[in-house]
């Protein structure tokens, strides 16, 4: 009995490949691509085939890039004493949306996770201590995540960057911009506390 | 200052508009795409150009299929006298997997829905009637969802098909297999009892 027609589920086993989309979901996916106009199957089916063709990571950054070193690296108005480390593109991108920043990035991909098998070799933290090893960099911001993977690798990091005579900072804890107090875990409050500042 | 690249936006904005992704879910499909190798950024690629080139709608079901008509409307072993109404082609597989049916089908592609502008001559319901009136079919089986759209649709279809002198069904309602009769809405228990079988 025919169910699915071969091309169905062979895209619908690609689909299901990506990260959150399950069977369920993949099959839902190509019937909608299956019901649009062919020119718009065409319009995601080149635009995958593209972003492979055309982007890449970054040689120094690894943050991903259409040139390489990136316009992050290579633009003249940023300071290269102060080097922020992240753990994905897209966190790159909220610094930058936050426009507090004017130094350069390294990003990591990824966080230690030893449950996972994650541990420093499958970071970028080699090219990272080549970076530092080179004497430009005054300070590193660790930008990791603050969940418990993130926390373990900034401490991790810092542990190897302090002896090379580096400032090591991390992004302050606080209140949310917005928040009512109320709501605030205490946690989050004892940091704001501790950290508090004149007025 | 550039933040994504050309490409890299392009794919997002060709991602969101697949149903249920949004602009978040794509930047993460596609930085997914991004890290993996170029042949399975290919394999993706081609299986949704080759949906679209070989996969239709059967012209008569209205089910998907590389052949037209499809396998299910060419089958000698299957009942001509039995037509199993369904919005979507997955009801059909859903309905090809219980193994209980035998006859045709037909896709409406859709439910009545006029809080959201679907109405009758958006679904494939014309091309129904013109397959009943041909005079084959003796019984319509209404296998519409059983949400509001659905038995809308399924209350519709009968006051359409009665009158041509053709028995019109439902799926039943009762307990599914498996169910602790304690957690089962008292509107299923309802229907349970008033279809309540000899044993």
Request: aromatic share 16%; charged share 15%.
């Given at each position: 009995m025919v169910k699915f027609t071969p091309s169905f589920n062979r895209l619908v086993v690609e689909l299901s490949k990506l990260p959150g989309i399950g069977r369920k979901t993949a099959a839902r996916l190509a019937l909608y691509i299956l019901r649009r106009p062919l020119d718009d199957a065409c319009a995601l089916a080149d635009a995958i085939r593209e972003l492979k063709e055309r982007t890449r990571f970054c040689s120094r950054c690894f943050h991903f890039t259409e040139e390489d070193p990136c316009p992050l690296c290579t633009d003249m108005g940023r300071d290269d004493h102060l080097l922020c480390v992240v753990e994905e593109p897209q966190d790159v991108m909220a610094i930058e949306r936050s426009r507090s920043y004017r130094g350069r990035y390294h990003v990591l991909h990824g966080s230690l996770s030893p449950l996972d098998g994650i541990g420093p070799d499958d970071l970028k933290i080699d090219a990272l201590l080549d970076r530092l090893q080179q004497g430009t960099v005054k300070e590193v911001l660790?930008?990791?995540?603050?969940?418990v993977e993130g926390e373990a690798t900034a401490l991790y990091l810092a542990n190897l960057i302090r002896p090379l005579g580096i400032r090591v900072t991390r992004l302050a804890h606080g209140i949310p911009l917005g928040s009512d107090l109320e709501y605030v875990d205490e946690a989050t409050v004892n940091h704001a506390v501790e950290g508090r500042r004149e007025l």
């Open positions: 660790l930008a990791t995540n603050f969940d």
